[in-house]
């Protein structure tokens, strides 16, 4: 197994391990929102801030599944016409296809950092420091960027053994 292998075992390995923590905040999402629904709707007492809970639980736990997901390749995909062309032609679509999604994501990874660490504006209820969450977003985005790859490697592998 050479260094490259090592590599690509370890960053999925670390997604995986992040798609887990990410996982954990959909205990007390699913918690807060019956807590909220049954205090709103039979005792007329809403708990103040849950919505506002809810959208940053939410929004964790899809930035931390983000990368796992293209990892395992769950995310939407729409092969109709792919699928009629030959291997090779499969190949350096997808081949397209990572670079052009390397690119948006490496993109959102910069920017996400760099508004990030700019970022000083709190939450209209509860006052929660939104410079985390941004922070959050370019870390998410630079593991995709690692997982797209990881995927533009392995389609380079293929691509050559097919000339070859």
């Given amino acids: 197994m050479g260094w490259l292998d090592w590599i690509k075992r370890g960053i999925q390995q670390l997604n995986r391990w992040i798609a887990g923590v990410g996982a954990v905040f959909l205990i007390p999402l699913m918690l807060i929102t019956a807590a909220e629904v049954i205090g709103r709707n039979l005792f007329n007492l809403p ?9 940053y639980m939410l929004a964790v736990f899809i930035l931390l599944g983000l990368a796992y997901s293209q990892q395992v390749k769950s995310h939407v995909a729409v092969s109709l016409f792919i699928s009629r062309t030959s291997v090779r032609a499969q190949l350096v679509l997808n081949t397209i296809t990572n670079l052009l999604s390397l690119f948006i994501f490496s993109i959102l990874a910069w920017q996400g950092w760099v ?8 939450s209209d209820m509860l006052r929660v420091p939104q410079y985390p969450f941004r922070l959050l977003v370019a870390m998410a985005a630079f593991l995709l960027c690692l997982e797209l790859l990881i995927d533009l490697i392995e389609t380079a592998k293929k691509l050559a053994r097919r000339r070859s």
Avoid: C, F, Q
């Fill in 47 to 55: 708990i103040a801030g849950a919505v506002e809970l809810s959208e």
């Fill in 115 to 122: 508004v990030g660490i700019e970022e000083r504006t709190v």
